[in-house]
């Protein structure tokens, strides 16, 4: 927990992330990267300068059994609000779409944000650790022609509340040892589509050059921090 604490204070330093007042909805899937990011804020607001609450939000796609996560969230003092949702019939009943993943994101995202504004949250703290970084970048180049990342903050004009991401110096075996450690209830994915499509390809070419070049990720990631976050803070 100590290196997880200390790489995520060092994002919420570096990027001014939380201040005095927030409420923050922390996105909670059920998977272990947003049941880290929920265990290590609230140890966070232990000791942060900074006062802030928190609360829990997951959006039920449709028929998943989240007791673990209110389980979790009552264990750990956490308000926690269960969002029942049509995501999973709009977008392989109705849609009948062949690629998923993007519309689905935009929808979770949608009510995920929707709902943060409503119960009085300013932030939404969402668990992308560095791993997410590196692969959403190549994505991006190899995909749509561009280097582009999600920020390390963002204010979302529509939504009226601000995205931040925690977790983007905290590597994704660090996470995993973590969730293994503290035995966070991890709710499986009913998705037919988890671990498969593009992500995973990214992921597995990633491993492959690493092989070779053991400085392989820590460069991709200083390229997203000097050539995209520095440019856009600049602007």
Known sequence: MKKLLSKTRQAINDFDMIQDGDKIAVGLSGGKD????????NEYRKFSPQKFDLIAITLNPGGVDNSPLYKLCEELNIEFHEIQTDIKEIVFD??????????????????????????????????????????TSLLSLFYEGRFYCFAPDTWLVRAQVRV????????????????????????????????????????ELIHTLEKDNKFLRSNLFGAVKRDIWDKQANQ
Do not use: T, W
């Open 94 to 135: 109705i849609r009948k779409e062949k690629n998923p993943c993007s519309l689905c994101a935009n929808l979770r995202r949608g009510a995920l944000n929707d709902n943060a504004k409503k119960l009085g949250c300013n932030k939404v703290a969402l668990g992308h650790h560095k791993d997410d970084v590196i692969e």
């Open 164 to 203: 931040i991401r925690p977790f983007l110096y905290v590597e994704e075996s660090d996470v995993r040892q973590f969730a293994k450690a503290a035995n966070v209830p991890v709710v499986h994915n009913p998705c037919p589509m988890d671990r498969a499509g593009s992500r995973s390809e990214i992921k």
């Open 34 to 41: 947003s049941l880290a990011l929920l265990h290590i804020l």
